[in-house]
């Protein structure tokens, strides 16, 4: 048997509220993607993964579930939902639904139940606590601004919720919610669902011993480090990354997860071929290899821009040796809640040359490629420059903490809140140069704005017939790596190439590929000492060209996709 679908394919990530508005109400769909299809067939994607498509008061853009077995009403019907499965499945496109496993919303029933008493039945599928001293149980933070415990006045007691208050985290000590989220999820499964990625795992439980953290600085302090962070900035990642841990430490990547992990295995396992995908980078999750999650994200690739060959062999050389056999990698570079390809990894003048290299590396890297929706067409970070605009609740308590508590001017607060938040990467799908870009009717107001730039080019309509666009790049690269298998099963081994170049050969058994990326401005003479190779690929040569790689030519910003003779 060969290897499983999500071995083999590209998922590409949908943002249901800003992908295809098929209704005309500003706000995307089930039918809007349902019409979209055929586009995405064309694309050549092989999986979708829809962020939440369930009732959500949309506290946390549809992050905070008010019905696990629901469906968003802005989005359809249920029978919509369905006819998008049937439909997807008919083009051999399967469709991954997002888990939100760690809180519900503050309006879902379990947390009305929970919260009308202490008594109630559900008072345990949540996390409660008497407080101490008359305050909070511990001095944790919620990760989304202010203090990680809210006090239900009605009851007296503490609630925790690592998100937003509106997120009341669940307790998954309690067997009564491993039950009801394990019925939820043969619910879609069910359905024909084909798996889930599962939201923020790694915050499913604390320290039960509840101590306070000893973080120095303030949550403010912490969000001025995230703003001042980055190349020659007064701060780098390592020292936010301490910083972070240093204060939420005891309340993530908790070892008790495992546990849940294989439970919520055993249930997949029921059916055939379905997909557990890990919102975490952390590898122990791939528990043995078989028993675990079958995906997790090699995020730290994604956090290394600019994208540099050193940086990428490091990332390979610690990633491909921490999974266990058994176990698969997954690659990324964008998604709902990151600055979008195109802006992260493009630097100016090079940018269309560096987002044809980073979809390059994500297709011929070992591992699962996961792309976002509009990274095809070069869509980029907009930066909202009215807080009233904002729709991340994140980006508003930034906002507000740069300009109350860190005196920063408005100007500076917004954009760097902007910046920050994730808006930026979810405004509206461009489909077309007019106005609202073909996602909605010209007279309408879409849930956020759209990018303007989407009447300069970036849009599917204008890029469809040009074969220079990067849509037709995308079209090409995903039909290259479906005919040329070692580069989707084969092996990984570095090539030396020098400090600019990157270069690894990608093996199945007796065919080998080898790939080439000149990420930079010059020329450069590569001797990769893997013998001869034909051109299946490349930015800068004809296909079938035959080449010495011993004395190899890259020239600036190619990339070279080979057979070995
Ligand atoms: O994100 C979890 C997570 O890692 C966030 O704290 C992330 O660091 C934040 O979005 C800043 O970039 C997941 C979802 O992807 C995110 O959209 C949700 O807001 C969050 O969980 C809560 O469900």
Redesign the pocket.
Known sequence: MGAPWWQQGVIYQIYPRSFADGDGDGIGDFPGMIDRLDYLQDLGIDALWL?PHYPSPQV??G??VADYVGVAPEYGTLADFERLLAEAHRRKIKVVVDL?V??SSDRHPWFLESRSSRSSPKRGWYVWHPGRNGGPPTNWMS??GGPAWTRDDATGEWYYHF?FKE?PDLNWHNPEVRAAMYDSVRYWLDLGVDGFRL??IG?VFEDPDLPDHTSPITQAELLRMRMEAGPGRPYDDEQVREAFFAMFGHQVDRPEVHEVFRELRSVIDEYDARLLLG?TSNLDYYGSGNDELHLVFNFPLMATAPLTPERILANQRERLAGIPPGGWPCNTLG????SRVFSCFGTGEHAPAQAKQSLALMLTLRGTPVLYNGEEIGMTDYLLDDPALFRDN?GVWMYETAVGDLGMPHTDAVRKAAQLS?DKCRTPMQWGPGTNAGFSPPDVATWLPVNPNHSSGINVAEQDDDPASLLNFYRRMLRLRRRLRPLIAGDYRPLEAGASCLAFERRLGRDAMVVAFNMSAQTHRVDLGTGNLTTEFSTHRPSGARVDSTAMTLHPWEIHIATKA
């Open positions: 962020s946390d853009c992050y905070d939100v760690n809180h990760t989304f998100f997120q939201d923020a915050t919102e998604n709902h809640d990151a994140l994730r």
